[in-house]
């Protein structure tokens, strides 16, 4: 049963992620909590009629954090006995010695090993739940500001009728929110283990209470309430189900397809040059070429969401390769696993907001590609306008048709502006519209009704999302992210 203490350890932690996922996953915080679960099943089997001396209980609660030479003995203590956990047992003996001979009374590992994992992957979800209503407030923020500017909208990356730039946003704010609900939902739908013995049957603890059944069942709901959980599972193996993993995973690997597609839609935009992530007055975007502004964060949000989404993988299999009560052959790759999709969802999490905080829209270059395409996209306005004057629809049709094809050849095969306009002006045919022409040719007519989309959007969905009593300070508070690069 034992894995080496380092591989609680990940190279993600102690450089990028949150100080309080870093912590959470921490071998400090683990062997800390393996040590109260240890306390409240001491403190459920006293109060249940275990002839268990208040001096143990005391000595334990004064003892729930490790020193640095108590990490130094559980050390030694593993590399002699192969086992971490009861490494932790003898180390934990030392320091409460009135509790040396009930420690871990009636349980097997994975009363800490895998109660400890459900705790940390609730607070874990917790963490990410406050920070993605953060991300929401902030792309919130943003597409009111722009709700109004008029932008090029692209199907298949070709332009297509005009969007906003708010509206746009509105886009990922709605796949954002479905994040946050599918997180919640992760969070609270995570149960406990319980005490449920070696293989799920409980048989240790009827031995302990000496076949009462009602005592079994009370220690067992008893170790959950004091543990801070509702319910325990009913039933399980020597582990929990490995599928409560591919749960607790399925969100985080769906926010990672979010961000990745926020982020390569920032990328795109920073090509054309029209929305761009902050940059720093030094920073450097190529060794070699001085002018580049390389949208690194959008880049690194995609590069890690790719690993996010693949994650769950690993659980899966996992979970599908458990022989009958358990297999060990679970518990390297979840001890990799479980902490790195958390730590990486935590850095997308403050990348992705950090994004958010520093946006930088350039209007002048969006109204330039509007102006290179607005004009193909007014020829129906324009017909329906010769129409309404007593013209010919499938006359107009093809004058606009001639002038159109003529106007791209200026544009693919000429590498001119779009004369399509000036074109029209030109022809006597379109004299009775010629003082409707830049009416026709207003963006803002184009955008249907996007701005009251946004307007409708945030005040329906998004405001009544953050207003929540659990999200509602941490937004308040206005915190903005700063990256460890």
């Keep these: 049963m034992s894995e080496s203490l380092d591989a609680y350890q990940t190279p993600l932690s102690s450089r990028y992620a949150s100080k309080e996922m870093a912590h959470l996953f921490s071998s400090a915080n683990r062997f800390h909590t ?32 490790l020193d640095a030479k108590q990490f130094e003995i559980a050390a030694a203590e593993e590399k002699k006995r192969r086992h971490d956990v009861m490494a932790h047992v003898h180390t934990f003996g030392r320091v409460a010695p009135a509790a040396a001979g009930i420690i871990h009374l009636g ?25 993605l209503a953060v991300v929401i407030d902030r792309f919130a923020k943003f597409a009111e500001e722009y709700k109004d500017l008029p932008t090029l909208g692209f199907t298949h990356f070709q332009p297509a009728q005009l969007t906003t730039v708010g509206k746009r946003a509105t886009l990922w704010l709605q796949e ?50 004091i543990s801070g959980f509702s319910y325990a599972y009913p039933v399980t193996s020597q582990t929990y189900s490995r599928k409560i993993d591919v749960d607790a995973l399925a969100p985080l690997a769906s926010f990672g397809a979010t961000a990745h597609k926020i982020a390569t839609d920032l990328r795109l935009l920073a ?50 390769v458990q022989w009958f009560e358990r297999t060990l052959d679970d518990s390297a790759n979840r001890r990799i696993t479980l902490p790195e999709a958390f730590l990486t969802a935590d850095i997308v999490l403050t990348t992705l907001q950090n994004v958010s905080e520093g946006l930088v ?62 074109r029209v002006e030109k022809d006597p045919y379109f004299d009775p519209i010629k003082d409707q022409l830049d009416a026709l040719l207003e963006p803002s007519s184009f955008i249907g009704r996007a701005p009251e989309q946004v307007d409708k959007f945030i005040k329906d969905w998004v405001r009544p999302a953050l207003e929540d009593s659990e999200l509602k300070d941490v937004v308040a508070k206005g915190e903005k992210a700063e990256l460890h690069v």
Aim: with cysteine; charged share 25%; net charge negative.
């Design 271 to 320: 090509n054309l040059k029209e929305v761009e992530e902050p940059f720093e007055s030094t920073q450097i975007g190529s060794s070699a070429m001085a002018y580049k502004r390389n949208p690194m964060r959008s880049e690194r949000i995609c590069s890690l969401s790719r690993h996010l989404m693949v994650l769950q993988q690993n659980a899966l299999m996992t979970a599908s």
């Design 34 to 65: 393996w040590r109260k679960l240890w306390l409240n099943l001491a403190i459920a089997e006293k109060q249940l009629g275990l002839p268990i001396p208040d001096e143990a209980i005391e000595q334990m609660k004064a003892n729930l954090h």
């Design 107 to 131: 349980a097997t590992s994975c009363y800490v090993t895998d109660n400890a994992d459900l705790i940390f992957i609730r607070e874990a979800l917790s963490i990410l739940i406050q920070k």
């Design 361 to 422: 829209v350039y209007p002048k270059v969006i109204a330039r590609r509007i102006s290179q395409e607005l004009p193909f996209m007014a020829t129906e306005n324009i017909i329906m306008a010769i129409v309404k004057k007593g013209g010919d629809r499938q006359e107009a049709h093809e004058k606009i048709r001639v002038l159109s094809h003529e106007a791209a050849y200026q544009v693919k095969q000429l590498g001119l502006e779009n004369d399509l306009i000036e």
């Design 176 to 225: 954002l929110l479905w994040d946050l609900r599918n997180l919640k939902r992760a969070r609270d739908d995570v149960g406990f283990r319980g005490v449920k013995g070696t293989t799920g049957t409980q048989a240790s603890f009827l031995s302990l209470f000496d076949g009462d059944h009602d005592q079994v069942e009370e220690l067992d709901k008893l170790v959950t309430e």
